[in-house]
């Protein structure tokens, strides 16, 4: 880890204020370019250099263009933070050997470098990008706190138990949910592990869960372990409805496509680990998927976990401190 980095840590889990200013580049149509440039002065004003690159909707970019843009960023700013801001089709992610699709070779645009911690945010137009900056002008990050709710499926109890204990090891409240449907809750962690599509998450011993049922839980996160529950190319999916409504979380965790499900919750596991305060999303995946690569196993299996996971939102936004309400601005 970059030494300045390693200052950043240090200072904002006291003060929820960077030490050394942090490097993102947001990559976008410029048919949002607008509503960008609102949400960039939004994220300067909590000391974060933000680097626009608007592409021309005349000329589409391909997956190979635009990690020659991270590149060629990163030799000259050494970033921290990508937001891939816009529509799959603007902003395509790559297709694995499996045919699945990821965002995962974005962030090692150098093979001798680090990775970067990269965020998709797959508005589809201007209300969308105008909803997500209005959210995050408004966040508290205290209000929901360290607390996690974790929902597991029929045959994941054991797994969601594994969890709690991580957890509380850690002093970090947790609940294990019974009910597919609970009543109005808040935290800073919605943990779902089961089975899931694009368009709902289910399994057979739970009532199918859809946006309705989800927007009674308010949590600054939601990780969805299980297949499609950060389908990309889907307008109409139930991570797309989740992200963008008013009542959404500002970052989901999932899986793009079809998981291997006793991979996906060992990957699971170490996100869940690194939940503590003043650190950014994007930094708690990047560690999480270390950890997950010195623990080793079947390559094949671990490539395809790995590209599989996805995170929606700024990953460069902390999701909550222990000491300031709301988000300090110069």
């Known amino acids: 880890m970059r030494?300045?980095?390693l200052f950043f840590f240090v200072f904002y889990a006291f003060s929820g204020h960077a030490l050394f200013s942090q490097e993102m580049l947001i990559l976008f149509p410029d048919t949002l370019e607008a509503g960008i440039m609102r949400y960039a002065s939004l994220r300067r004003q909590t000391g974060l250099h933000v680097r626009l690159s608007p592409l021309r909707s005349s000329r589409p970019a391909g997956s190979h263009d635009l990690l020659q843009l991270i590149r060629e960023a990163n030799d000259s700013l050494a970033l921290d933070y990508v937001l891939l801001a816009g529509p799959a089709a603007a902003l395509p992610p790559f297709r694995n050997a499996l045919g699945?699709?990821?965002?995962?070779?974005?962030?090692?645009?150098?093979?001798?470098?680090?990775?970067?911690?990269?965020?998709?945010?797959?508005?589809?137009?201007?209300?969308?990008?105008?909803?997500?900056?209005?959210r995050v002008a408004g966040r508290d990050m205290n209000a929901a706190g360290r607390k996690v709710l974790i929902l597991p499926g029929r045959n994941e109890h054991s797994r969601a138990e594994a969890y709690q204990r991580s957890l509380s090891a850690r002093g970090i409240p947790s609940e294990i949910i019974g009910q597919a449907a609970p009543q109005e809750r808040s935290c800073?962690?919605?943990?779902?592990?089961?089975?899931?599509?694009?368009?709902?998450?289910?399994?057979?011993?739970?009532?199918?869960?859809?946006?309705?049922?989800?927007?009674?839980?308010?949590?600054?996160?939601?990780?969805?372990?299980?297949?499609?529950?950060?389908?990309?190319?889907e307008s109409h999916s139930l991570a797309m409805k989740l992200l963008f409504d008013q009542k959404g979380p500002l970052h989901l965790i999932g899986c793009a496509g079809n998981c291997l499900l006793d991979e996906s919750a060992?990957?699971?596991?170490?996100?869940?680990?690194?939940?503590?305060?003043?650190?950014?999303?994007?930094?708690?995946?990047?560690?999480?998927?270390?950890?997950?690569?010195?623990?080793g196993g079947n390559a094949e299996k671990m490539e395809h976990t790995l590209g599989e996971f996805l995170l929606w939102g700024d990953p460069s936004l902390v999701p909550f401190t222990e000491n300031s309400g709301h988000e300090q601005r110069k």
Request: aromatic share 8%; net charge positive; with cysteine.
């Open 100 to 134: 699945s699709l990821s965002d995962y070779p974005y962030t090692l645009p150098d093979s001798t470098g680090p990775r970067l911690a990269v965020g998709r945010l797959p508005v589809m137009n201007r209300v969308q990008l105008a909803r997500y900056t209005k």
């Open 188 to 233: 800073g962690l919605f943990v779902y592990i089961g089975q899931g599509s694009s368009r709902a998450w289910l399994d057979a011993g739970i009532n199918t869960l859809t946006a309705d049922s989800l927007f009674r839980i308010s949590a600054s996160v939601i990780l969805g372990i299980a297949c499609s529950t950060a389908a990309i190319a």
């Open 3 to 5: 030494l300045r980095s």
């Open 266 to 295: 060992r990957m699971g596991s170490f996100i869940i680990a690194q939940w503590e305060a003043g650190k950014p999303i994007g930094d708690m995946l990047k560690e999480a998927e270390r950890t997950y690569l010195r623990q």
